[in-house]
């Protein structure tokens, strides 16, 4: 079956980077993209990026654009979400999710990973 | 702020009928792009419900169904039981901003 496993809790201090890390496991990650979002305590759910199944192509949401980057590895069936200049705003939850296309709809997100909780704190 | 406006919390009886409303704009549900649902239960991820504005997964009850007019779509749940009690957010796609957009969320609850 289709699983995403993220890696564990993170704690960071102010003007860091964290790397969380998403393996899937029953699909190709040549076959479909992989989305970020993200969830502060309380807030709602938040777009940060997504890469492409097949080209490699990322897109980031502007309010993320140069702090953000998303990577992955085929051959570790491994994504990754990287951001830099950690502020304590930034505590949240991270989340990867498979994305399926659709059309007049761009991507729906089917399958979520279990979450990361990323601490900023001196 | 959201993109797409939710109402903050609805409340229903055993069995009532809920509707969830999101409000979005000409950029967005207005330019005909579908609409997707998810639920989010306490401390879990959140699980996809409706897909394409009307589209259920395999494992979805039928008592969850959505529907689309305007600038606004909608989440409705029948037969309303406990365990739907979770947040529930609508998504779409923005032109404007080129990104995906999430709505303000709604929490449910079952008296």
């Known amino acids: 079956q289709v699983q995403l496993v993220q890696s564990g809790a993170e704690v960071k201090k102010p003007g860091a980077s964290v790397k969380v890390s998403c393996k899937s496991s029953g699909y190709s990650l040549t076959n479909y993209a992989i989305h970020w979002v993200r969830q502060a305590p309380g807030q709602r759910l938040e777009w940060m990026g997504w890469i492409d199944e097949g080209t490699d192509k990322t897109r980031y949401s502007q309010k993320f654009q140069g702090r953000v980057t998303i990577t992955r590895d085929t051959s570790a069936s491994t994504s990754y979400m990287e951001l830099s200049s950690l502020r304590s705003e930034d505590r949240a939850v991270y989340y990867c999710a498979r994305g399926n296309y659709f059309d007049s709809a761009g991507y729906y997100f089917d399958y979520w990973g279990q979450g990361t909780l990323v601490t900023v704190s001196s | 702020q959201s993109v797409l406006t939710q109402p903050p919390s609805v409340s229903g009886a055993p069995g009532q009928r809920v509707t969830i409303s999101c409000t979005g704009s000409?950029?967005?549900?207005?330019?005909?792009?579908?609409v997707h649902w998810y639920q989010q239960l306490p401390g879990t991820a959140p699980k996809l419900l409706i897909y394409?504005?009307?589209n259920r997964p395999s494992g979805v009850p039928d008592r969850f169904s959505g529907s689309k007019s305007g600038t606004s779509a909608s989440l409705a749940i029948t037969g309303l039981q406990p365990v739907d009690e979770a947040d529930y957010y609508c998504?779409?796609?923005?032109?404007?901003?080129?990104?995906?957009?999430f709505g303000s969320g709604t929490k449910v609850t079952v008296l």
């Open positions: 998504q779409s796609h923005d032109s404007s901003l080129v990104n995906y957009v």
């Open positions: 394409g504005t009307t």
């Open positions: 000409s950029s967005n549900i207005g330019a005909g792009y579908d």
